[in-house]
């Protein structure tokens, strides 16, 4: 997890999953998970900052793409996210696990 402090409080996180993979000839995978920046400090460059970190480290780990998923409400996150480059691809499908 990479996080982004300011005045010691954290105003950014964001995880980063590289996954070891059998197809596309061995090449790792990346995921960004958990992508945050605080309400009060959103629109300040803090968000684009940190996922050019993390797009930086996928490529470092030689991964031959980076995925994340978001909400379909959140079409503000998706607009962002697209002007990172990113692009809609596929569906996404998740389960609960339940821990008891």
Excluded: P
């Excluded at 400090?41 to 968000?47: K, T, Y």
């Excluded at 480290?57 to 990172?84: D, G, I, T, V």
Aim: glycine share 10%.
């Amino acid at each position: 997890m990479f996080v982004v402090e300011e005045n010691r409080v954290i105003i950014g996180t964001c995880s980063l999953i590289i996954l070891d993979n059998l197809g596309h000839k061995g090449a790792k995978l990346a995921i960004a998970e958990n992508m945050i920046v605080g309400q009060e400090c959103r629109g300040g460059g803090i968000g684009s900052k940190l996922m050019q970190f993390i797009m930086a480290k996928a490529k470092e780990e030689n991964c031959y793409k980076l995925m994340l998923s978001s909400n379909k409400k959140r079409s503000m996150a998706h607009k962002f996210y697209e002007q990172l480059g990113f692009q809609q691809h596929g569906i996404s499908f998740m389960i609960a696990v339940d821990n008891d």
